[in-house]
């Protein structure tokens, strides 16, 4: 049998700690999965141990193709790449379950020498009659009753309800410990379990013998994973037990909530999918914040911007909050909104033209490249994700007669609309250094001091034939960014519209 490193029990809190996440590749990553690898690898970090990704893949019938490779892609984009996986290596691979099938048998075989697993021939359709009769019955317990406990193979042929190949069941006794101590939520109880499949049909392990023997083999001392799992520890410290190994430490974090306290899913909420944020122009930095401050309160009182290295340095399980955090859109929107304004101008052009690359626009030449930069600044303040750029500043990346302005925008301006462009363009001609300073001096003599509009008004339609919008970013700076011959062109077309 293979040998595992030891995991021994240790009075000291911060010796080093072994964490690992384990998702399934059965479609896109959910958010509760950079959650998890989140506290994972912050003890890890605070303790001077290991973060391990470990790819569970026994369902074969439910992978879906890719899904692993968004796993490794989203967690290195959060920052939160591990430091032992199926891309890194590590000691103590293979991390892919479906690696390591011959790993599980021998600890299988030792159940059932040991009494403490045996062999069960019912097909699928028997256990669904038998659930549905328990069901209707109103029985107390609901599960496997047993039938092919304590019989051959031959003797079990000879009942209804029989299969070829059998599964293996661990065989639950009845006086089955049923509170654990829990790093969270201190001594914790669970219900009973029935005799759980361990060994499937086609060989595979299922779950729960799995984790057991992978947790024991990668030396992994703390098990983190959220509360819908303490139905199953008992089952996994009685394989511990059975087996002769060394138990982790096991915390279960409180499940996301949508804001109505439903558990968030894919299926009901778009932001349940981790690669969702990343599409919609979310930063990195930001989503692991605001993971940060779901069921945990701020570093410093008060103050909810933080960084990951904050974050290990003060780590304590136990200021986790074990009721179920809400996934504050709101808050995650402010933060990110908050990192895009207090970020480099220049960095910030660089991750929009990143993120238009993610989402297949065509790659941006020198001039459109200092066209983005320039515009950046404009649009900083008024940003709350990346994706709002491009909208705010398509009028820049357009061609001259491309740029035409809706009915309704058009129906807005005031009447002397005309005057104000003609009086704009003779202020425009030759204008020279063609600058927002100097743009908005020679604007506001020719309209506003000398023909007498408001600045609302006088304005307003210079705006309207710049970017064919009655909204847009800084006016002076943007025609600036577009240069003289531009500006000129759209003023020009713009007015013979009119």
Not at 127 to 144: H, S, T, W
Not at 491 to 496: D, K
């Amino acid at each position: 049998m293979t040998e595992a490193i030891s995991t021994p029990k240790t009075a000291d809190p911060l010796a080093p700690a072994r964490l690992r996440v384990a998702p399934s590749p059965t479609g896109d990553p959910h958010v509760g999965t950079a959650y998890m690898a989140l506290f994972d690898k912050a003890w890890a970090r605070r303790t001077g141990g290991a973060f391990v990704l470990r790819i569970e893949d026994t369902d074969q019938a439910r992978l879906v193709p890719g899904s692993e490779e968004q796993i490794y892609d989203s967690l290195e984009w959060l920052g939160l790449a591990p430091d032992e996986g199926p891309q890194q290596g590590g000691s103590f691979g293979p991390y892919r379950q479906s690696e390591r099938l011959d790993t599980y048998r021998p600890f299988v075989e030792q159940l059932i020498a040991d009494g403490h697993a045996y062999y069960c021939w019912c097909s699928s359709e028997r256990l669904k009659e038998m659930r549905e009769q328990q069901q209707a019955a109103k029985a107390d317990v609901i599960g496997y009753d047993r039938l092919c406990l304590g019989k051959t193979k031959e003797e079990r042929a000879q009942l209804p309800g029989f299969q070829e190949t059998p599964v293996v069941r661990m065989l639950v006794p009845d006086d089955v410990e049923l509170t654990f101590d829990d790093l969270i939520n201190g001594s914790t109880a669970a219900p009973r379990p029935d005799d759980q499949v361990i060994l499937k049909t086609d060989g595979f392990p299922t779950y729960h013998m799995a984790v057991v023997v992978d947790d024991h083999l990668m030396g992994i001392t703390h098990v983190v994973r959220g509360q819908e799992w303490i139905s199953s520890t008992p089952k996994h410290l009685l394989l511990y037990k059975w087996l002769g190994l060394p138990a982790p430490r096991f915390a279960h974090m409180p499940l996301i909530r949508n804001t109505d306290k439903s558990k968030i899913s894919k299926r009901k909420n778009p932001a349940a999918r981790l690669t969702w944020f990343r599409e919609q122009g979310y930063l990195p930095e930001a989503l692991l914040n605001f993971l940060m401050l779901l069921g945990y309160p701020p570093v410093v009182e008060g103050e909810e911007v933080q960084s990951f290295e904050q974050f290990v340095a003060a780590f304590d399980w136990t200021k986790i909050n074990s009721g179920g955090p809400v996934f504050d859109m709101d808050k995650l929107n402010w933060l990110n909104g908050h990192y895009i304004r207090t970020m480099p101008a220049e960095d910030l052009a660089a991750r929009i033209e990143t993120y238009w690359a993610e989402q297949g626009q065509p790659a941006l030449d020198d001039e459109a490249r200092r066209l983005l930069v320039g515009a950046t600044p404009l649009i900083q303040e008024r940003m709350v994700t990346l994706a709002e750029a491009k909208d705010k500043l398509a009028f820049l990346f357009a061609e001259d007669a491309s740029i035409s302005a809706p009915d309704e925008v058009v129906a807005k301006l005031a009447d002397n609309a005309p005057d104000a462009l003609d009086a704009a363009l003779s202020a425009l001609e030759g204008l020279e250094p063609f600058d927002a300073e100097t743009i908005q001096a020679s604007l506001r003599a020719k309209l506003v001091d000398d023909l007498g509009i408001k600045p609302k008004f006088a304005f307003a339609p210079v705006r309207v034939g710049i970017t064919g919008s009655n909204v847009s970013p800084p006016l002076f700076e943007s025609m600036e960014l577009l240069g003289h011959d531009s500006s000129i062109k759209r003023l020009r077309n713009f007015r013979a519209s009119l």
